[in-house]
């Protein structure tokens, strides 16, 4: 969306909501669960990663004999491996961004609250813009963690539906994020963020 943040109000958008990052959780805590597709998406994404794994977990136990201390060894290497995908999570959103046209990205991290951002500097983005920014990198991973599913054992399986709920459930800022646009539909919504005073403002004017 080639507009600055400064164009806004000329444009007839008036401020909705501003989130400070350090403040996030409670954001996305609201607008997760405020129902719309975006927030059944992410609830059916969970649950389906979640039959999954309970799935191949009985199925392997059951069949193979395989010993529980070695199925929660391999659960705990899919907990691992997701947390060794937040980088590539967050690079992907960089690259969405950059695809989209912004020319300032950098990344936030704050492990104390545990959370992780791709930020484009007052890089202006409507709804269209931001769901293929937010989406790309859960369509990304999830997508080659079940087509590596596919070529392995059960027991490898695992590791890689572990990997895929733990990475589905860390999801939830980005889903959050578009069930705002969503709860807000009526109005055109635009975002972008303020990297140096750590905080993402959201406006809006009427259609």
Same mark, same amino acid.
Request: hydrophobic residues 50%; proline residues 3%; aromatic residues 18%.
């Given at each position: 969306?080639?507009?600055?943040?400064?164009?806004?109000?000329? +444009?007839?958008?008036?401020?909705?909501?501003?989130?400070?990052?350090?403040?996030?959780?409670?954001?996305? +805590?609201?607008?997760?669960?405020?129902?719309?597709?975006?927030?059944?998406?992410?609830?059916?994404?969970?649950?389906?990663?979640?039959? #999954?794994?309970?799935?191949?977990?009985?199925?392997?136990?059951?069949? $193979?004999?395989?010993?529980?201390? +070695?199925?929660?060894?391999?659960?705990?290497?899919?907990?691992?491996?997701?947390?060794?995908?937040?980088?590539?999570?967050?690079?992907?959103?960089?690259?969405?961004?950059?695809?989209?046209?912004? +020319?300032?990205?950098?990344?936030?991290?704050?492990?104390?609250?545990?959370?992780?951002?791709?930020?484009?500097?007052? #890089?202006?983005?409507?709804?269209?813009?931001?769901?293929?920014?937010?989406?790309?990198?859960?369509?990304?991973?999830?997508?080659?963690?079940?087509?590596?599913?596919?070529?392995?054992?059960?027991?490898?399986?695992?590791?890689? #539906?572990?990997?895929?709920?733990?990475?589905?459930?860390?999801?939830?800022? $980005?889903?959050?994020?578009?069930?705002?646009?969503?709860?807000?539909?009526?109005?055109?919504?635009?975002?972008?963020?303020?990297?140096?005073?750590?905080?993402? #403002?959201?406006?809006?004017?009427?259609?």
């Amino acid at each position: 969306m080639k507009m600055k943040p400064e164009e806004l109000e000329e +444009k007839g958008y008036f401020l909705l909501d501003k989130m400070n990052h350090a403040d996030i959780k409670p954001f996305v +805590k609201r607008y997760i669960t405020k129902g719309g597709w975006f927030s059944y998406i992410y609830y059916l994404s969970v649950i389906i990663s979640f039959s #999954f794994l309970i799935f191949f977990c009985v199925k392997v136990q059951h069949a $193979d004999n395989y010993p529980i201390r +070695k199925i929660l060894l391999r659960i705990s290497f899919g907990v691992l491996l997701s947390f060794a995908l937040v980088p590539f999570h967050e690079l992907i959103h960089g690259l969405a961004y950059k695809l989209a046209g912004a +020319k300032n990205t950098s990344y936030d991290a704050n492990l104390r609250k545990f959370y992780f951002l791709a930020i484009a500097d007052k #890089f202006v983005t409507d709804k269209q813009e931001f769901k293929f920014i937010a989406l790309a990198p859960f369509i990304i991973i999830s997508l080659t963690l079940l087509m590596v599913s596919f070529l392995t054992g059960d027991p490898w399986k695992i590791i890689l #539906f572990t990997t895929l709920l733990i990475h589905s459930i860390a999801c939830s800022g $980005d889903f959050a994020l578009l069930s705002y646009f969503e709860f807000n539909k009526r109005m055109e919504v635009v975002t972008y963020d303020d990297k140096e005073n750590e905080v993402s #403002f959201f406006f809006g004017r009427e259609r």
